[in-house]
């Protein structure tokens, strides 16, 4: 009877605990969605139940979950915060090494493009946002931007002051910086439009 009594108060613990992992997981998989959705997609022309069918989740789930879909922009954006913070301390190891401060400059440098590589999705996400020109970009600027460019500041300060950067502010630096890169990784058919010409000029004779 004991043995039994244990199982009893066992069997259902498990089931719900697998069900609350899968609740997460699904959470997780429509916020990883919901970038792409966004970065590729006005606000108005993401579709829920488009949205959901692609995280494999039932779109009951976005309203479980989030509720309506201003709240589950707004959520995505703290997920890509989440990802920002990972990112933000990659850097301040960066910047609170003993390296010289040319090294240091190249390593952000470097740390900036493999992060908006990698990240792309979220590249292009704020840039719509920004192109739309709404309120919504508010948000974006003060949760994820804020965040990244505070990481990334005191060594654009430091290169500035050292006169490795003939500029007169850190945001300034990083502006053009990420400006830059953003443009190469949501043009690639400029990019390879580029390298055409230049072939093409190579291949040319002299005259």
């Given at each position: ?11 259902p ?5 697998q ?33 959901a ?6 779109v ?19 997920h ?14 960066i910047?609170q ?5 040319v090294?240091?400059c ?17 590249v ?38 050292a006169?490795?950067?003939k500029?007169?502010s ?16 949501t ?6 439009d ?14």
């Amino acid at each position: 009877m004991t043995n039994d009594s244990a199982s009893g108060r066992r069997g259902p613990g498990r089931p719900k605990a697998q069900t609350m992992e899968q609740d997460r997981n699904c959470q997780k998989r429509l916020l990883d969605v919901a970038i792409k959705a966004f970065a590729v997609r006005s606000y108005e022309g993401v579709s829920l139940r488009a949205l959901a069918v692609a995280a494999n989740c039932d779109v009951s789930m976005v309203a479980h979950h989030f509720g309506s879909k201003h709240d589950l922009w707004l959520a995505t954006v703290e997920h890509m915060r989440e990802r920002a913070l990972k990112y933000c301390e990659e850097v301040r190891e960066i910047q609170q090494s003993q390296l010289p401060i040319v090294t240091k400059c190249m390593q952000a440098m470097e740390h900036l493009y493999e992060t908006m590589a990698r990240e792309d999705d979220m590249v292009r996400f704020m840039m719509r946002e920004r192109a739309e020109g709404s309120d919504r970009f508010e948000p974006i600027h003060a949760r994820v931007i804020a965040l990244l460019f505070a990481a990334y500041r005191p060594i654009w300060q430091e290169a500035i002051e050292a006169g490795v950067f003939k500029l007169s502010s850190p945001a300034l630096v990083y502006t053009l910086l990420s400006g830059a890169i953003a443009f190469v990784l949501t043009s690639p058919p400029f990019e390879a439009d580029v390298e055409g010409e230049t072939e093409k000029v190579r291949a040319e004779p002299a005259g």
